[in-house]
């Protein structure tokens, strides 16, 4: 990661190595934060930390 504060769905795709309908999914479900900037959402650095930290807790490694 780098010193971004806010990434696009588009850099969360990259960032996670999933596919957008799945991040897309994520932020629906709310297992992924998002922010409302204008008519455009954002994931924060954070958000995206919590979210894989999540996935090295809940042991099995799946995006569900």
Do not use: H, Q
Request: glycine residues 10%; neutral net charge; proline residues 5%.
């Amino acid at each position: 990661m780098n010193d971004k504060l806010l990434y696009t769905v588009p850099e969360c795709v990259d960032a996670l190595s999933i596919g957008p309908s799945k991040v897309w999914e994520l932020i629906a479900s709310g297992r992924l934060e998002s922010v409302k900037v204008g008519r455009s959402r954002r994931v924060t650095r954070e958000a995206l930390e919590r979210f894989v930290e999540g996935l090295r807790s809940d042991g099995n490694g799946d995006v569900p």
